[in-house]
């Protein structure tokens, strides 16, 4: 830890997530609810139980909707500054910007990324190795839609090998998980007058001028939350404990589901754990809400409807007898009676399904 000062992290969350579409077209990627929390909440627990409670959000598209999700965090025990691009600057750019208010060495987070790995376990790495930068690594089973990254046996970073088109290219099986820790003085070397990305420029650069740069490889639960099906993915896992939740859904936990308050339940309504039912839900008669679903705060569940493995987000209207599966819903959205929506399907917020729509992939 860099003496007196709090550990400092710098979370880039100015991307416009277009794998994540037509989910950001609404909502910024960083603060999408996960399991009714905007999803950086999460990572600043994270950081919060490792001690690190100075953390600045590099921001560029949608920066309003992050303020009005996160604010100054205060109440996750957190302090949390803004630094805003006129112009996106890329994943270099970001971390430069936000360079001034970083010392010692610096935790640097992509702001899609959840996992429950031990940063202080990091840290202590970075320490003992004398390293400068060190590189979460992921270990994935088909690493070629990725940037792989080798390393020595002593785990020194070795070459960055941008997604390897044949399969002789295929070197090594770990990726790298977009968490890094940075000695602050080394953002000197990123150009401030045009975008840059860290991952193609800063780190090869570091490596070709021989500062020792190391790869960090834990056993952790580890995903990037960049597309629909991940990002729904990811709240079956912290439902199903294959992810350890550093931070509790909001409402109250009763028989491994969490219910927000001010809604209504009906005598004969189905609550099935496990499960996440936001503030002022209404769950109407014979309706069936899980396993694994997600309801956003102010929605409706109607009679004899079914919800199952879906997250909606806030507001949403399912007509009676509709059955959702394994979808994702975005806000306000209004779906009709008798419809049936199935594995993969993701709506746009706002959308208006007509009565007995079939959706399915
Ligand atoms: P896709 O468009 O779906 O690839 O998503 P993305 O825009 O988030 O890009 P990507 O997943 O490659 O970005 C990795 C991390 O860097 C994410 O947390 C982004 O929010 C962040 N990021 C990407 N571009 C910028 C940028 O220009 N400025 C800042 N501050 N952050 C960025």
């Known amino acids: 830890m860099a003496g007196e000062r709090p550990a400092q992290a710098v979370i880039l969350a100015g991307g416009q997530g277009t794998r994540l579409r037509p989910l950001t077209l609404a909502r910024a990627k960083p603060v999408v609810p996960l399991l009714n929390r905007p999803f950086l909440a999460f990572q600043l627990a994270l950081l919060r139980e490792h001690g690190v409670t100075d953390v600045i959000l590099a921001c560029s598209y949608r920066v309003d909707d992050v303020r ?25 750019g970001g971390v430069k910007n936000a360079a001034d208010l970083v010392a010692g060495t610096v935790f640097v987070l992509n702001g899609d990324i959840l996992t429950d790995a031990d940063l202080t376990a990091m840290r202590q790495f970075h320490e003992a190795r004398g390293s400068r930068t060190t590189i979460f690594l992921q270990p994935v089973p088909d690493p070629r839609q990725y940037g792989l990254v080798e390393t020595d046996t002593s785990g020194r970073l070795r070459r960055f090998r ?17 968490i890094y820790l940075i000695d602050a003085p080394l953002l000197g070397r990123i ?14 650069a570091l490596i070709a001028d021989g500062i020792p740069c190391f790869g960090w490889c834990p056993t952790a639960y580890w995903r990037d939350i960049g597309n629909p099906a991940a990002y729904s993915a990811a709240q079956m896992d912290l439902l199903e404990g294959r992810a350890r939740m550093p931070l509790q859904p909001p409402g ?14 009906a005598a004969d309504a189905r609550l099935v754990p496990p499960s996440v039912v936001g503030a002022r839900v209404e769950l109407h008669r014979r309706c069936q809400v899980g396993p694994g679903a997600v309801i956003g705060d102010g929605s409706k569940i109607g009679p ?18 509709a059955v959702l599966r394994e979808c994702v819903i975005g806000a306000d959205v209004k779906i009709g009676a008798y419809a049936r929506l199935g594995p993969g399907i993701v709506l746009e917020s706002g959308a208006v399904i007509p009565e007995r729509t079939t959706l399915t992939r």
Request: net charge negative; proline share 6%.
């Open 304 to 321: 004899e409807a079914r919800v199952e493995g879906a997250v909606l987000w806030e507001r949403v209207e399912v007509g009676e007898g």
């Open 252 to 265: 109250e936990c009763r028989e491994g589901s969490w219910i927000g308050g001010g809604g209504s339940v």
């Open 162 to 178: 941008e997604k390897p088109a044949a399969d002789a290219e295929i070197t090594s099986n770990t990726i790298n998980a977009g």
């Open 191 to 204: 150009p401030s007058e045009r975008p840059s990305s860290i991952e193609r420029e800063f780190f090869p």
């Open 68 to 92: 009005a999700a996160l604010g100054d965090a205060s109440q996750l025990g957190v302090r949390l500054r803004y630094v805003v691009e006129k112009e996106p600057l890329g994943t270099g």
